[in-house]
Nanobody, 130 residues
Framework: QVQLVESGGGLVQSGGSLRLSCAPS????????IGWFRQAPGKEREGVSC????????YYAESVKGRFAISRDNANRTAYLQMNNLKPEDTAVYYC???????????????????????WGQGAQVTVSS
């Protein structure tokens, strides 16, 4: 059974930082593309950042470019989303997702399809106060 366990959410002031972690079990992390998505109250889920299983460049939504960084540590079977200079509009539930996808497929495809049948984590609340 595949499970993605997220951690690292919380409450932070505007301009602060948080790091989200995603630890999958039941799958080999190195063989999967990983994405971070978020859903704010009253809004649809959106792709924030995605990274493929190979060495390709990650994808970032325009709203987080230069502030967020996605990474993966295949040896420790954990993926991360480092979030810096957080803004109140970053407040949302953040989800990690995993999908077996060819490393030759543009990783943007994963992030632009937030309602696909990926493996999903349970979500982590991130709240940024002004």
């Amino acid at each position: 059974q595949v499970q993605l366990v997220e951690s690292g959410g919380g409450l932070v002031q505007s301009g602060g930082s948080l790091r989200l972690s995603c630890a999958p079990s039941g799958l080999t992390l190195s063989s999967y593309a990983i994405g971070w998505f978020r859903q704010a109250p009253g809004k649809e889920r959106e792709g924030v950042s995605c990274i493929n299983s190979g060495d390709g460049s990650p994808y970032y939504a325009e709203s987080v470019k230069g502030r967020f960084a996605i990474s993966r540590d295949n040896a420790n079977r954990t993926a991360y989303l480092q979030m810096n200079n957080l803004k109140p509009e970053d407040t949302a539930v953040y989800y990690c997702a995993a999908v077996a996808m060819s490393p030759f497929t543009p990783i943007e495809v994963m992030c632009r399809r937030p309602n696909e049948r990926y493996y999903w984590g349970q979500g982590a609340q991130v709240t940024v106060s002004s």
